[in-house]
């Protein structure tokens, strides 16, 4: 084990469709189990004996983490997996694939890998969401039945929302994209990389939608810098990182620290400016402005492109209804404890949630154990006081060898982990140690439902 493990350990150690039917399994199961399950804590003395039959559609970091903790706590009861993808993503990496620290196969393994042993898994799509009914269909035609759903589907990202962007671009004409995968992240790394040689123009920015990671698009503006410097070329160089409204992070003293690295390396942040457009030939980026539009000729940009649910949840009955996350189609749910306000028999977790705060893996690793213990009180007949801070954490990389990390909550205050021992806005070799080394460890437990 090497010593940074080490320090890591060292670290931690201190540190069904009816109504009817749903009050049927909460009476069968509250007499035999409301003594062996407790609620308020995080797992039981012994499993709980129900014969629910529970779907969660998606099998990415939360659908895996939610299969893995239902089938540790339960007993007789049917838990189906729906997802067609085969391959698992651990997307935190995709930032390091794009720095050069990491190949593209560091992210990517077996989803069969993190299915439990008596969880079924539909190897298909969620093609439709009938809450009213209690059922969900495939888009190979099989309906599934359920008597609780958690919606754990991810999110879609939106290239075509942008005039003349294709994943297709990424990696060439200066363009980088490190979202769309482990290959557009590596051909992200030959673009920057061949910049950082030269010099020129560097364009960031992120889209005016919510997103998954959102420290993500800043980071990428701070590897590049340093690049440039390591190569001797940041005097030939010009970085300008596009804000979509007046700030550069959603927490404000994280956003005033960040402002004030980019003005010590001459970074330009420029506000309310959101990409509409990418001429790939002539090298333009047209940016919408409170004034209008605006082009920014580039030699490399990194693009983030909009995010929204997927279509089978826009078309469904459980997205918000009003409400500023109308037209990105997040499920509606009380933030507290990711259950439908509608739909009662209903969780979602991870990127999907409509939540103010939450689309990192770290906002999994809290979401999902709060959302299983109230789906597992109801099943006891009890009730569950567990309640979703709006805990989130982003290991903010500030330059090679350094980070920063900010974790924070729904009132955006900073609520680190190792008080004492790591200061939030410090830039630290052992946050950076922590990103690269100690974070896919603890990611690969919490899909096994251990963190």
Known sequence: MSDAHKTLSRMDAMLRSTLDRRRFLM?????????????GTARAAQKLRSPAHIVIAGAGAAGLSAASRLARALDGAQITLIDARRQHYYQPGYTLIGAGIEPAGYVISDTAEYVPPGVEWIQARVAEFDPEAN????????????????????????????????PELIGK????????????????????SAYADRGGRGVFMRPATEMKCAGAPLKYAFITDDYLRRRGHRGKAELIYNAHNDSLFGVPIVSEKVRMLFHDRDIQGRYDRVLQAIDPGRRIATFRTPEGTEEQGYDFIHVIPPMQAPNAILESPLPWQAGPWVNE???????????????????????????????????????????????????????????????????????????????????NN???SFPGIIAPLEELWVTWVMETMGLKPTYLSMLRGRA
């Open 27 to 39: 009476l069968g199961a509250a007499s035999a189990a409301a003594a062996a399950w407790n609620p």
């Open 414 to 416: 900073l609520v680190p």
């Open 135 to 166: 059922k969900v269909v495939t888009d190979t035609g099989q309906v599934v039945a359920y008597d609780f759903l958690i919606v754990a589907t991810g999110m879609a990202l939106r290239y075509d929302q942008i005039q003349g962007m294709t």
């Open 173 to 192: 004409e200066g363009i980088g994209s490190i979202y769309q995968g482990p290959e557009a992240a590596l051909a992200t790394w030959h673009a920057m």
């Open 329 to 411: 189609g997040w499920v509606e749910v009380d933030k507290a404890n990711l259950r439908h306000p509608r739909y009662a028999n209903v969780f979602a977790v991870g990127d999907i949630a409509g939540v103010p705060k939450g689309k990192t893996a770290a906002s999994v690793k809290w979401q999902v154990p709060v959302a299983v213990e109230h789906l597992l009180a109801e099943l006891a007949g009890t009730t569950s006081n567990a309640v979703y801070t709006g805990y989130t954490s982003c290991p903010m990389i500030t330059r090679l060898g350094r980070a920063m990390l900010v974790e924070f909550d729904y009132q």
